[in-house]
C-alpha cells in the first residue's frame, strides 16, 4: 500500500501509561440535526459526534421519515 501524504487524528495520550488519567480528558458529545419536508414526508437527520480535546469524532447517525 503506498503511504499516505498525511493523517488525521490526535496521540490517543490517556491509554500510555505514562499519560494523564483517562476521567480527566475532557470529552462532550455534540449531535447535530437537520430536518426537511418533501413528497408528504418529513426527513431528520442526526449526526452524532463526540470532541475530545480539539479532535471531532464521528460516532453515527440516526435517520428518521415520517408521513405528513
Given at each position: ?18 499519560g ?34 480539539s ?14
Amino acid at each position: 500500500l503506498p503511504l499516505p501524504t498525511g493523517l488525521d487524528g490526535r496521540p490517543l495520550e490517556e491509554i500510555l501509561a505514562s499519560g494523564p488519567d483517562p476521567a480527566s480528558v475532557a470529552v462532550t458529545q455534540d449531535d447535530v440535526t437537520t430536518e426537511t419536508d418533501a413528497g408528504g414526508v418529513r426527513y431528520r437527520l442526526t449526526v452524532h459526534r463526540r470532541r475530545v480535546g480539539s479532535t471531532v469524532y464521528f460516532d453515527g447517525t440516526e435517520v428518521s421519515r415520517t408521513k405528513r
